[in-house]
């Protein structure tokens, strides 16, 4: 049987690979780099070239063999597909931990570090530096029984952050609002309102029944003018998993939170960090526990007052004081009131091919490439369309694949993820190739696609992932492109390219109705640029008391005093929050991004980038938008080296200094452009 996952092509041939391709290629590739694996490891007197290269291809291999499964199982999901796409997953992760805790690898790169470091280049360098730091991570190189206690740990902590999933999703589904009188739904959309109305009949009862899913909880605060149904939402979802509120007790999260945070202790005491914060930092730009809270104290004093002024500014809009639930539904109204700009009203003049050209445009000026659309490639759907990128002398770079519009069997969100990774290695080179997923609305029969300004943000931030992926000089695959970037510092081209969606010049180029071709009117633009800042501060005290919280908890914990979950929440929400909280408030027992997801000492990391996106644009701002050397050092100090190097190094290389957070806070009318506080 001829497997197309297995085929050598230069691009995956999506249109022939079948479910029953997937495991056994799956199994081909794994089974045979494992055969390798054990050669390679059992060499004597190693070196970069015979060791770490082949290695470097081997990685190459099975993110060519799998990257087409994951994506099709993600953008084209068939019940068949996912059938095969989840019978590897165990397959794949076994492999990668075995590979991560290998010891005869471990001890085989030390080797190689000791005997070849200095005449190594700093990137070969860089690539045993992670491997190095990742095998420390993974506990290799610990005494048995350390390295035992620390799986057990690892184990339990899985368990754990599962069962508080379940936990959030249980007392989630569990609880129902039934309303009766038609009155109380005032203020929600008709498609929710007719939801509910089904609801209610599938199960013979009259009336509405609203459940507690997050587009109706967030619906219902910011939309219903009913103070008694935002209330009791508010409570309902604030409250889930824990000994409060209308399923207090059935699934409380307080004690697993409790273990959680002590097994994490645990794991980084085990390798020798001080706390679980400290143990994160290990793989990120921070460099410092001490660096992130100062970050985060910086910023809190900056916008605390300005988060004052708009409560106030929003009470006095609303006309009486304002409780939590309150605060989403007076904003909506006065932020309405005050710009009149509607997301559905701009689509008329965003259409998608106008955008495209725009953002294309962006791109050329800055970095000096050039894009242009391929016919012929093998697509997964007639909607997607090829792009090659190549340097201004015609030179391929690499290409990506712009799959915009949504459609059945196609997972939600917007994102990009890489189909063929940048490598030049003695077993052969490779240009780096990218997905760009978008979900927008589809074009008519009489219309082209028409975009909201929050679609076209959306795709100024993917393509800066799809820039960080395609203009990458590195030849390494596991720092090439976004690999081996330090996890705070990814999205920083991302959102600074979005910088470029609100600038006037940019929005005057990509805004035109696609009809008439009139352009998107002087006063509109003014009052949707100005949507940016509104309510800024309230947002970023927010964004603070939960990225402070997560921090703390993971600094402070000791086995003595524990976890002391609900009283650093208070602490943090006395130095910070802004809105006032009622006390059977138990927020942290259904925050799954810290306690069940990948967000451990790291919710931080959104306010990190942007300020780092922020700085970076006003270099850019400082001396033109489209400021050629400007553009040309941000290209070779960040853009295309990828994992290659320190992130704050290579910040500071192109800002002449360390990040600061001016820039966010001018951006968002928390500083006024004199920099005095305003
Ligand atoms: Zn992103």
Redesign the pocket.
């Known amino acids: 049987m001829q497997n197309p996952l297995l085929n050598p092509e230069p691009l995956p041939q999506f249109l022939q690979i079948r479910p029953e391709h997937v495991e056994p290629a799956v199994r081909e590739v794994l089974s045979q780099n494992r055969a390798r694996i054990d050669e390679l490891a059992a060499l004597t007197g190693p070196t970069f070239a015979t060791l770490i290269e082949p290695l470097e291809e081997l990685h190459h291999r099975v993110s060519r063999t799998w990257s087409p499964v994951s994506h099709l199982n993600a953008v084209l999901n068939s019940e068949g597909l996912r059938g095969g796409y989840n019978a590897c997953l165990p397959l794949l992760s076994a492999y990668q931990t075995d590979l991560a805790q290998s010891e005869p690898l471990f001890r085989a790169y030390r080797a190689i570090a000791d005997e070849q470091g200095s005449e190594l280049a700093p990137v070969q360098r860089r690539v045993i530096e992670h491997a190095m730091r990742d095998f420390r991570l993974a506990g290799v190189g610990l005494p048995v029984d350390r390295k035992q206690r620390f799986k057990t740990a690892m184990l339990e902590l899985a368990q754990l952050q599962a069962r508080f999933e379940e936990n959030v999703l249980d007392a989630t589904n569990a609880w129902s609002w039934h309303v009766s009188d038609a009155a109380e739904l005032r203020g929600l959309n008709d498609m929710l309102v007719e939801q509910a109305q089904r609801r209610a009949s599938e199960r013979g009862q009259s009336g509405w029944i609203l459940n507690l899913d997050q587009p109706t909880y967030v619906a219902v605060v910011t939309d219903a003018e009913s103070g008694k149904l935002r209330r009791a939402f508010y409570e309902a979802w604030m409250t889930r998993a824990s000994d409060q509120g209308p399923t207090a007790g059935r699934w409380d999260n307080s004690a697993v939170m409790e273990d959680i945070l002590r097994r994490r202790h645990e794991a980084a005491r085990l390798l020798d960090f001080a706390n679980y914060a400290e143990y994160a930092l290990a793989t990120r730009m921070a460099h410092s526990v001490d660096e992130v809270l100062q970050f985060l104290h910086e910023l809190a004093a900056a916008a605390r007052p300005a988060a004052l002024a708009e409560f106030a500014e929003l009470e006095a809009f609303a006309g009486h004081k304002l409780a939590a639930w309150d605060v989403g539904f007076y904003a909506e109204r006065l932020q309405r009131e005050r710009f009149s700009v509607s997301q559905e009203e701009l689509r008329p003049y965003f259409p998608l091919p106008r955008v495209l050209t725009g953002l294309f445009e962006v791109a050329e000026r800055l970095f000096g490439v050039r894009i242009a659309e391929r016919a012929g490639a093998p697509l997964w759907h007639p909607d997607v369309r090829f792009f090659d990128i190549t340097d201004q002398a015609g030179k391929p770079l690499g290409s990506f694949y712009l799959d915009a519009y949504a459609r059945p069997n196609k997972r939600s969100g917007a994102?990009?993820d890489e189909c063929v990774g940048r490598k030049r290695l003695a077993s052969g080179a490779a240009l780096p190739v990218a997905y760009l997923v978008c979900n927008f609305l589809p074009p008519g029969a009489e219309r082209p696609a028409l975009l909201t300004h929050d679609d076209v943000v959306t795709l100024f931030?993917?393509f800066g992932?799809g820039l960080h992926h395609l203009l990458t000089c590195v030849d390494y695959p596991s720092l090439a492109g976004i690999n081996g970037v330090a996890w705070d510092a990814?999205?920083l081209p991302?959102?600074f390219l979005e910088n470029y969606a609100w600038h006037p010049e940019v929005l005057q180029r990509i805004g035109a109705h696609f009809a008439s071709g009139a352009a998107l009117p002087a006063d509109t633009q003014a009052r949707l640029i100005a949507t940016r800042s509104f309510q800024a501060g309230l947002a970023m005290v927010r964004q603070l008391e939960f990225a402070l919280f997560d921090f703390r908890i993971h600094t402070e914990y000791s086995p003595e005093r524990g976890a002391r979950v609900r009283e650093t929440l208070n602490e943090v929400r006395h130095e910070v929050a802004v809105v006032p909280v009622p006390q059977w408030n138990r927020f942290a027992n259904s925050f799954g991004h810290i306690f069940a997801g990948g967000y451990a000492a790291g919710y931080y990391s959104y306010k990190w980038a942007e300020v780092l996106a922020a700085d970076a644009f006003s270099a850019f701002e400082e001396s033109g938008v489209f400021d050629g050397p400007t553009a040309q050092r941000f290209l070779d100090a960040i853009l295309s080296r990828g994992g290659s190097r320190d992130a704050l190094e290579a910040f500071v290389e192109f800002r002449g200094r360390k990040p600061q957070v001016t820039a966010l806070l001018k951006q968002h009318g928390i500083l006024a452009a004199g920099g005095r506080a305003a």
Do not use: A, G, I, K
Request: hydrophobic share 35%; aromatic share 12%.
């Open positions: 994102w990009m931030h993917e992932h990814v999205e991302s959102q």
